[in-house]
């Protein structure tokens, strides 16, 4: 076992080694730091919207409308229609003129006529014999069955013993014209006018109105307004009916339910 005396001694060795670590570590440089600098993250700033900015608009304060005024009703296209003059079921055929040629015929079946046009341009109509008319509304109901293009179809007017007349024509592709044949002299008063008051093509059944009143002729399709002329040259006559082919192809066209109205004065 170490005596007392060399434990003492190993103390103080320790002691004096302890105390010289302390002084030199004093005397020594302090160490430079060799990690990068980091800078510091940028501060987001946003933006203060403008005045003129409004995220919410207000809503405004609600202020009652006025109850909308009842317009006025469309103005009557045909006054004055009074009592029937006639009705036609078409079961007569003493009252038409009937005709049969290579290009088509004019023919009654039940309780219609039918014109029917073979595969040549052709123009084919029908008179009715009786009764003469100056003022009237009268109705017919045409239904084509083969019918395509510019074919056409519809009514003759105020038909004279000279054969002036008024041509209310209907196209298969939709459009509505008048023409009118007088002292030998065509003419269009109404050009090519698409109607949009029938479907195009066929089959189909399409209803006929003339409001005829002096010099004024107005004319509806389906009890649709059309358009209307002033006119004094044929004051009168008599009611047919017509259909025209305008290409290499079949057309038939057939009218029933004729009727016709006096015009109050």
Same mark, same amino acid.
């Given at each position: 076992? %170490?005596?007392?005396? &060399?434990?003492? /001694?190993?103390?103080?060795?320790?002691?004096?080694?302890?105390?010289?670590?302390?002084?030199?570590?004093?005397?020594?440089?302090? #160490?430079?730091?060799?990690?990068? $600098?980091?800078?510091?993250?940028?501060?987001?700033?946003?933006?203060?919207?403008?005045? $003129?900015?409004?995220?919410?608009? #207000?809503?405004?304060?609600?202020?009652? +409308?006025?109850?909308?005024?009842?317009?006025?009703?469309?103005?009557?296209?045909?006054?004055? &229609?009074?009592?029937?003059?006639?009705?036609?079921? %078409?079961?007569?055929?003493?009252?038409?003129?009937?005709?049969?040629?290579?290009?088509?015929?004019?023919?009654?079946?039940?309780?219609?006529?039918?014109?029917? &046009?073979? @595969?040549?341009?052709? +123009?084919?109509?029908?008179?009715?014999?009786?009764? +003469?008319?100056?003022?009237?509304?009268?109705?017919? $109901?045409?239904?084509? $069955?083969?019918?395509? @293009?510019?074919?056409?179809?519809?009514?003759?007017?105020?038909?004279?013993?000279?054969?002036? %007349?008024?041509?209310?024509?209907?196209?298969?592709?939709? +459009?509505?014209?008048? @023409?009118?044949?007088?002292?030998? /002299?065509?003419?269009?008063?109404?050009?090519?006018?698409?109607?949009?008051?029938?479907?195009?093509?066929?089959?189909?059944?399409?209803?006929?109105?003339?409001?005829?009143?002096?010099?004024?002729?107005?004319?509806?399709?389906?009890?649709?307004?059309?358009?209307?002329? /002033?006119?004094?040259?044929? #004051?009168?006559?008599?009611?047919?009916?017509?259909?025209?082919?305008?290409?290499?192809?079949?057309?038939?066209?057939?009218?029933?339910?004729?009727?016709?109205?006096? &015009?109050?004065?």
């Amino acid at each position: 076992m %170490f005596s007392r005396d &060399i434990l003492h /001694q190993l103390g103080l060795m320790c002691l004096f080694f302890l105390c010289l670590a302390v002084l030199l570590s004093a005397c020594l440089p302090t #160490p430079t730091s060799t990690l990068p $600098t980091i800078s510091p993250t940028p501060e987001v700033i946003f933006e203060t919207p403008t005045s $003129t900015f409004v995220w919410f608009p #207000p809503t405004p304060t609600f202020t009652p +409308y006025p109850l909308p005024t009842a317009p006025d009703p469309t103005p009557d296209q045909r006054p004055g &229609i009074g009592e029937v003059i006639f009705v036609d079921d %078409f079961s007569d055929p003493d009252t038409w003129i009937l005709e049969s040629t290579e290009s088509g015929s004019v023919a009654f079946g039940k309780n219609e006529l039918t014109i029917a &046009i073979q @595969d040549a341009k052709a +123009y084919l109509y029908s008179i009715r014999n009786e009764p +003469y008319l100056d003022n009237f509304y009268t109705e017919i $109901t045409a239904s084509p $069955t083969l019918c395509e @293009d510019k074919d056409e179809f519809g009514m003759l007017l105020r038909v004279t013993p000279n054969l002036d %007349f008024y041509r209310f024509s209907l196209s298969c592709d939709g +459009y509505v014209r008048l @023409d009118r044949l007088s002292g030998g /002299q065509a003419s269009s008063p109404q050009p090519w006018l698409q109607s949009g008051a029938y479907p195009p093509g066929a089959p189909n059944v399409i209803r006929l109105g003339v409001w005829a009143n002096g010099n004024e002729l107005r004319f509806f399709i389906n009890d649709q307004y059309q358009f209307a002329i /002033q006119d004094p040259l044929i #004051p009168g006559g008599l009611l047919g009916v017509f259909a025209r082919s305008t290409g290499g192809h079949p057309l038939t066209i057939n009218f029933s339910d004729l009727a016709v109205y006096e &015009i109050a004065p």
